[in-house]
Protein backbone atom coordinates (compact mmCIF):
# COMPACT_ATOMS: atom_id res chain seq x y z
CA UNK A 1 0.00 0.00 0.00
CA UNK A 2 2.96 2.68 0.94
CA UNK A 3 4.63 1.76 -2.59
CA UNK A 4 1.39 2.44 -4.69
CA UNK A 5 1.45 5.87 -2.15
CA UNK A 6 4.58 6.76 -3.47
CA UNK A 7 4.01 5.75 -7.19
CA UNK A 8 0.96 7.96 -6.93
CA UNK A 9 2.75 11.35 -5.76
CA UNK A 10 5.77 10.66 -8.10
CA UNK A 11 3.45 10.38 -11.39
CA UNK A 12 1.42 13.96 -9.71
CA UNK A 13 4.68 15.25 -8.99
CA UNK A 14 6.39 14.64 -12.90
CA UNK A 15 3.84 13.87 -15.02
CA UNK A 16 4.33 11.67 -17.95
CA UNK A 17 6.00 13.50 -21.32
CA UNK A 18 6.57 11.43 -24.46
CA UNK A 19 10.26 11.96 -25.66
CA UNK A 20 10.48 13.93 -28.68
CA UNK A 21 10.90 12.06 -32.12
CA UNK A 22 13.89 12.79 -33.86
CA UNK A 23 12.02 14.37 -37.39
CA UNK A 24 9.08 16.11 -35.22
CA UNK A 25 7.60 18.47 -37.47
CA UNK A 26 9.02 22.38 -37.17
CA UNK A 27 7.59 25.45 -39.13
CA UNK A 28 10.59 26.15 -41.32
CA UNK A 29 10.65 29.60 -40.03
CA UNK A 30 11.28 28.70 -36.64
CA UNK A 31 14.50 26.53 -38.34
CA UNK A 32 15.83 29.64 -40.16
CA UNK A 33 15.20 32.08 -36.70
CA UNK A 34 17.09 29.13 -34.75
CA UNK A 35 19.81 27.66 -37.20
CA UNK A 36 22.12 26.58 -34.35
CA UNK A 37 19.27 24.62 -32.54
CA UNK A 38 18.45 22.48 -35.57
CA UNK A 39 21.93 22.31 -37.00
CA UNK A 40 22.78 18.54 -38.35
CA UNK A 41 18.99 17.53 -37.00
CA UNK A 42 16.31 16.06 -38.73
CA UNK A 43 13.20 17.87 -39.06
CA UNK A 44 9.83 17.65 -40.67
CA UNK A 45 9.36 20.89 -42.19
CA UNK A 46 7.03 22.36 -45.03
CA UNK A 47 7.63 24.98 -47.74
CA UNK A 48 7.58 25.56 -51.54
CA UNK A 49 11.01 24.90 -53.73
CA UNK A 50 11.50 26.74 -56.57
CA UNK A 51 13.57 25.39 -59.86
CA UNK A 52 15.63 27.71 -61.41
CA UNK A 53 18.35 27.59 -64.47
CA UNK A 54 21.04 27.64 -62.17
CA UNK A 55 19.80 26.51 -58.48
CA UNK A 56 16.98 25.86 -56.43
CA UNK A 57 15.45 27.12 -53.43
CA UNK A 58 13.77 25.81 -50.56
CA UNK A 59 11.48 28.77 -48.99
CA UNK A 60 8.30 29.65 -46.73
CA UNK A 61 6.81 32.75 -48.08
CA UNK A 62 5.86 33.76 -44.75
CA UNK A 63 8.96 34.37 -43.29
CA UNK A 64 10.50 37.68 -43.63
CA UNK A 65 13.36 38.20 -45.76
CA UNK A 66 15.70 40.63 -46.39
CA UNK A 67 19.54 42.05 -45.96
CA UNK A 68 19.26 41.48 -42.29
CA UNK A 69 17.29 38.04 -42.82
CA UNK A 70 19.12 36.02 -45.44
CA UNK A 71 16.98 32.57 -45.35
CA UNK A 72 17.94 31.11 -48.39
CA UNK A 73 18.02 27.52 -48.43
CA UNK A 74 19.45 24.97 -50.93
CA UNK A 75 17.13 21.60 -51.11
CA UNK A 76 19.08 17.98 -51.66
CA UNK A 77 18.73 14.79 -51.70
CA UNK A 78 20.27 13.16 -49.01
CA UNK A 79 21.38 10.27 -51.16
CA UNK A 80 20.18 8.03 -54.48
CA UNK A 81 18.27 6.28 -53.28
CA UNK A 82 15.73 9.68 -52.75
CA UNK A 83 15.79 10.30 -56.46
CA UNK A 84 14.21 6.83 -56.76
CA UNK A 85 10.96 7.40 -54.64
CA UNK A 86 7.67 8.24 -55.84
CA UNK A 87 7.63 11.49 -53.83
CA UNK A 88 10.75 12.86 -55.07
CA UNK A 89 9.54 11.55 -58.86
CA UNK A 90 6.39 13.76 -58.08
CA UNK A 91 8.15 16.40 -57.34
CA UNK A 92 10.53 16.49 -60.07
CA UNK A 93 7.77 16.05 -62.84
CA UNK A 94 6.15 19.60 -60.63
CA UNK A 95 9.07 21.15 -60.67
CA UNK A 96 10.04 20.76 -64.49
CA UNK A 97 6.21 21.29 -65.49
CA UNK A 98 5.98 24.51 -63.09
CA UNK A 99 9.31 25.66 -61.69
CA UNK A 100 7.85 25.48 -58.08
CA UNK A 101 5.87 22.88 -55.73
CA UNK A 102 4.69 23.10 -52.05
CA UNK A 103 6.26 20.06 -50.21
CA UNK A 104 6.66 18.43 -47.13
CA UNK A 105 9.72 16.95 -46.32
CA UNK A 106 11.78 15.09 -43.74
CA UNK A 107 15.62 15.90 -43.85
CA UNK A 108 18.63 16.93 -41.97
CA UNK A 109 19.17 20.46 -41.35
CA UNK A 110 22.68 22.34 -42.18
CA UNK A 111 23.54 25.53 -40.86
CA UNK A 112 26.92 25.88 -41.28
CA UNK A 113 28.95 24.36 -44.07
CA UNK A 114 31.57 22.56 -42.53
CA UNK A 115 35.54 22.06 -44.05
CA UNK A 116 36.14 17.66 -44.91
CA UNK A 117 39.92 17.99 -45.95
CA UNK A 118 43.08 18.06 -44.01
CA UNK A 119 43.52 20.29 -41.03
CA UNK A 120 46.38 22.61 -41.51
CA UNK A 121 49.01 22.57 -38.53
CA UNK A 122 48.31 26.46 -38.01
CA UNK A 123 46.07 26.30 -34.85
CA UNK A 124 44.58 29.94 -36.47
CA UNK A 125 44.06 28.44 -39.66
CA UNK A 126 42.42 25.50 -38.23
CA UNK A 127 39.77 27.43 -36.13
CA UNK A 128 38.86 29.13 -39.12
CA UNK A 129 38.38 26.25 -41.59
CA UNK A 130 36.47 24.22 -38.64
CA UNK A 131 33.99 27.38 -38.47
CA UNK A 132 33.44 26.92 -42.32
CA UNK A 133 31.94 28.89 -45.34
CA UNK A 134 28.69 29.46 -44.36
CA UNK A 135 27.11 29.48 -48.00
CA UNK A 136 26.04 26.21 -49.74
CA UNK A 137 25.37 25.78 -53.51
CA UNK A 138 26.21 27.52 -56.64
CA UNK A 139 27.99 30.70 -56.15
CA UNK A 140 26.97 30.52 -52.44
CA UNK A 141 23.74 31.52 -52.57
CA UNK A 142 22.39 29.71 -49.67
CA UNK A 143 23.16 30.47 -46.34
CA UNK A 144 21.53 27.08 -45.22
CA UNK A 145 20.88 23.39 -46.85
CA UNK A 146 18.12 21.24 -46.29
CA UNK A 147 19.53 17.15 -46.87
CA UNK A 148 16.12 15.93 -47.96
CA UNK A 149 15.44 12.24 -47.10
CA UNK A 150 11.86 11.94 -47.58
CA UNK A 151 9.15 14.08 -49.45
CA UNK A 152 6.20 13.16 -47.73
CA UNK A 153 3.80 15.29 -49.02
CA UNK A 154 4.06 17.35 -52.89
CA UNK A 155 1.76 19.61 -54.56
CA UNK A 156 1.53 21.63 -57.39
CA UNK A 157 1.50 25.55 -56.07
CA UNK A 158 -1.51 27.74 -57.96
CA UNK A 159 -0.49 30.58 -59.98
Known amino acids: MMIAVFIGICLVVQPFEPPSAAGDYVPFCEIVQNPGRYDQKTVTTSGMIKAGSEFSEFLDPG ?94 VGK
Open 63 to 156: CATGPARDVGTLPVPLGDAVQRTAGWKTLANILDRDSVAFVVVRGVFDAYKRYEGPLPPDPNLQDILKRGNSRFGHQNFARFRLRIETVAFVAP
